[in-house]
DNA sequence: GACGCCATTGCATACGGATGCAAGACACGG
DNA sequence: CCGTGTCTTGCATCCGTATGCAATGGCGTC
């Protein structure tokens, strides 16, 4: 039919075109383009046609070039940093599940620390992505983040950035923290500390906040407010052992489940303290760890399918779209009283 | 210019194109692409003039087109399946940026198990992705996947697909294996147990007989043989239980971390028992949790950074495309011995 | 001074599908 | 049998960039 001559294996075999297709079963690349299109002005019949002769000779519309006219990608573009907490990655994949299941992809930015960000970011504004959601807990400026999503959806995910200008769905930090704080009162600490992991991220300011100011309403005194400097369980182990020698606490709040996990297992095999007798442990995020029998972390359950649902339906109704005022969504989390706080805990689960 | 009285806000204000840049600066549109193509024939003031303008009103190339006139993405597609084990997302995440850092971004296809497989993949054909990297531990046939990943660069990561003509990259499981069976009998234990995760996996079948058969020509008895069922701690520790049940051992090598730290704080908390000196426990792959500390688990290190090497490689040199012979690539890893196996250990770390 | 070569540049078209518009098909009512 | 309206279909063009080819201009050489 082409040129003849041409050894079979170096013509690199392209796909087939919805032009071939149409000109095969001698119709227009039009009707072709709508039979693929749900709602598009064709016969029932033909399109059946069209569909059933496409899956015998294997055409599949060519995503770019549709991309190209409709000028929209189907694709979000998920900004991320570091990624030490567990809690993220596992994060990450529900959301791209659920981004999936309403059609779009994930397209992953790594953002590093050391290289310029702009460079990195123009990645972003080249893939022409629908929407952006940004997961990073750092490095990124408000500044930058405008620039980064100038002209699209975008949406930040856990944390708030005042000069941005953008959308975020989050936690409920300030009620987590204060349930925390409130959690010891009742179970009868009176000494407590804190320790953060990032002390600069917003995140970290709203229960280092939230969690200071119910300490105080309550009366109960602040021994020690520690930053570990990373979300890391050697962090966390190195902050426990601080505030212990700093002369301990009776209760001591993590701004996360993995420092907690390290502060715990420090106080018990370090210090040689017995938790909760002797200090309870609570932490922020309710990973997977934290259900562990070993660790049992009382924790704050941050609220991750709601999260989700919330981040993906309002990039699906547009609700993120630059033009729109920007809203902050706070999702109330649940606070998880496991033994690593409360040795009568019932719930050994 | 163009037509007034439309209101700006209204006028959904496209990027700008390098048409629309060639007219402003007198050039032609060729010369514009040819400023963003290195190595294009260009004149070096030309392209600089262009580049800095370009930079004044905020230009860029616009990715779908050129992936459309190039037939090439610049995109990996990345098949993940369920991610219970944290080795994956630690993956993920630096093979993200090592992409990244040649020039390519990383599309996630998360799949899930439930619905039909094949509309899930036709994602990754009509967007034409240059190549797949699957890491995805179970779920896909090897039909299925040569479906999927039909003419284009595919890889598999720590699988290995017999009926797919896949090239793949994984780590030298039975060297794993033999080293931890090796590690047991030298430091005396005699009565061992495996304990699988999921136990159809190619993975869990090169770990299972390379331990199984070294564990024979050493003489060792092989007490116990337990299929976790999932990679979890939970299913660790009721392996870790059964065992002790069924009669004990002296060691336990679990087929990765997660199910060796389950299992580890079932034998300590619930069996009563002493490790490492009622029992030994050994894991593989060493993640972040293996050097905890608490669980200073002894286990096979897979060379990570190696493994993403050599995929990037791989996928740039264009060895794994179509056509090519598939290669198999088996890396070394590395026996990290610590406390869980061996009392005297100095390496603490 | 003529010729040839190479470096630049623009022109025209390709990439594969979406869509506004108009034409054709068909049904129904009058 | 004609007018009107609805449903289908094809035509032409557009989306924004890449690139083969030809045209241009400059420069060195004999």
Redesign the interface.
């Known amino acids: 039919m082409d040129k003849p001559e041409i050894p079979e294996?170096k013509a690199k075999?392209?796909?087939i075109t919805a032009r071939q297709l149409a000109r095969m079963l001698g119709v227009s690349q039009s009707a072709v383009s709508r039979a693929f299109t749900p709602g598009a002005s064709i016969a029932p019949d033909l399109r059946d046609r069209i569909k059933q002769f496409a899956e015998e000779v294997d055409y599949?519309?060519?995503?770019?070039?549709s991309?190209?006219s409709k000028?929209r990608?189907n694709?979000v573009g998920i900004v991320?940093s570091d990624?030490q907490n567990?809690f993220y990655?596992?994060l990450?994949?529900k959301l791209?599940?659920s981004l999936?299941r309403v059609g779009l992809?994930?397209?992953?930015?790594?953002i590093?620390k050391g290289s310029n960000l702009e460079e990195?970011l123009?990645?972003l504004?080249?893939?022409?992505v629908d929407a952006v959601i940004i997961i990073s807990a750092t490095i990124l400026s408000g500044q930058t983040l405008r620039w980064a999503t100038e002209?699209r959806a975008a949406l930040l995910i856990n944390r708030v950035v005042e000069d941005a200008d953008l959308s975020c769905v989050i936690c409920d930090n300030v009620a987590g923290s204060r349930a925390i704080a409130d959690h010891f009162y009742e179970t009868g600490r009176r000494r407590v500390a804190y320790v953060s992991g990032l002390s600069h991220t917003t995140t970290n300011r709203e229960r280092q906040n939230a969690f200071v100011t119910r300490v105080a309403e309550l009366g109960m005194t602040l021994c020690a407010r520690v930053d570990a400097g990373e979300y890391s369980?050697e962090a966390g182990?190195r902050a426990a052992m601080e505030i212990v020698e700093r002369g301990g606490a009776d209760a001591i709040f993590f701004a996360n489940d993995i420092l907690a996990?390290?502060g715990l297992?420090a106080l018990r095999?370090e210090a040689g303290l017995s938790v909760p007798d002797d200090i309870a442990v609570a932490g922020f995020d309710d990973i997977?760890?934290a259900s562990?029998?070993?660790y049992a972390l009382t924790t704050f359950r941050q609220p991750v399918d709601e999260i989700i649902a919330v981040a993906v339906g309002m990039i699906e109704d547009g609700s993120c779209y630059p033009?729109r005022p920007i809203t902050i969504k706070r999702l109330p989390g649940e606070l998880i009283v496991r033994s690593s706080s409360y040795t009568i805990s019932r719930s050994s689960k």
Chains 1, 2 share one sequence.
Do not use: C, K
């Not at 599949?60 to 070039?65: C, G, K, L, Y």
């Not at 992809?105 to 790594?110: D, E, V």
């Open positions: 294996d075999r392209r796909p599949h519309p060519n995503a770019i070039a991309m190209l000028s990608t694709i991320v990624m567990p990655p596992a990450i994949e791209s599940r999936q992809q994930s397209l992953l930015f790594n590093t990195q123009s990645a504004r080249r893939y022409n002209g369980y182990r996990a390290g297992d095999e997977a760890l562990w029998p070993h033009g």
